[in-house]
Nanobody
Framework: QVQLVESGGGSVQTGGSLRLSCVVSGYTSSNSDDRWMGWFRQAPGKQREMVARISRAYGTPIYTDSAKGRFTISLDNAKSTLFLQMNDLKPEDTAMYYC???????????????WGQGSQVTVSA
């Protein structure tokens, strides 16, 4: 059974930093649908969007425009932990953040096979 357990959310002021962690267990798939892990977010009244993804095999990170230059995704395979370092946070970054495994492009959007429970990030002006 695949489990993703997140930690590290919280409240900060504009310009602050937070680091999200996601411990993954039971995830051993090596098929082509499971090449990527990532972080998504969903703000109130908005659709869920992918923030960043990372290659399980090569550690190659890819960011959306909103995350470039401020967020860093990383994967510690030895500890089975996915991280998202968020710097220079802005009020528009306020959302529930979800880690994900088996990230894939499906039905014209990014989706995932497995999800963490969500971590609230709130950035005040």
């Amino acid at each position: 059974q695949v489990q993703l357990v997140e930690s590290g959310g919280g409240s900060v002021q504009t310009g602050g930093s937070l680091r999200l962690s996601c411990v993954v267990s039971g995830y051993t798939s090596s098929n082509s649908d499971d090449r990527w892990m990532g972080w998504f977010r969903q703000a109130p009244g908005k659709q869920r969007e992918m923030v960043a993804r990372i290659s399980r095999a090569y550690g190659t990170p890819i960011y959306t425009d909103s995350a470039k230059g401020r967020f860093t995704i990383s994967l510690d395979n030895a500890k089975s932990t996915l991280f998202l370092q968020m710097n220079d946070l802005k009020p528009e970054d306020t959302a529930m953040y979800y880690c994900a495994a088996g990230v894939m492009w499906s039905n014209m959007k990014w989706d995932a096979r497995y999800w963490g429970q969500g971590s609230q990030v709130t950035v005040s002006a």
